[in-house]
């Protein structure tokens, strides 16, 4: 059982920067590939970026590659998402997403086991 927690979301104006934060219980993090999801009012949970377990590879959705960086930091289980730059339209509430399966991280929700209870950013205009 893997438990996640995330931090740092709140209220931004356009233009501004958040880091958000997510806590992995246990101890097998490192061998986890991590995401990250967010999910808008009517709207189905949408891939952002995910890492591979060292954090070597990193992946992003067009619409926040540039602006968004993941990052891992194994040593204190904990996955990371800074977001610049930021839009209105990324407004929602920000999920992360742990895959235990020791594969490569993909962009679909269904490949991630454990997920956090989520953190909303609200980015005003």
């Known amino acids: 059982q893997v438990q996640l927690v995330e931090s740092g979301g709140g209220l931004v104006q356009a233009g501004g920067s958040l880091r958000l934060s997510c806590a992995a219980s246990g101890r097998a993090f490192t061998r986890y590939a991590m995401g990250w999801f967010r999910q808008s009012p009517g709207k189905e949970r949408e891939f952002v970026a995910a890492?591979?377990?060292?954090?070597?590879?990193?992946y992003y959705a067009d619409s926040v590659k540039g602006r968004f960086t993941i990052s891992r930091d194994n040593a204190k289980n904990t996955v990371y998402l800074q977001m610049n730059s930021l839009k209105p339209e990324d407004t929602a509430v920000y999920y992360c997403?742990?895959?235990?399966?020791?594969?490569?991280?993909?962009?679909?929700?269904?490949?991630?086991?454990?997920w956090g209870q989520g953190t909303q950013v609200t980015v005003s205009s």
């Open positions: 890492l591979n377990q060292s954090g070597g590879r990193t």
């Open positions: 997403a742990a895959d235990t399966s020791w594969g490569m991280p993909g962009k679909s929700a269904r490949e991630y086991d454990y």
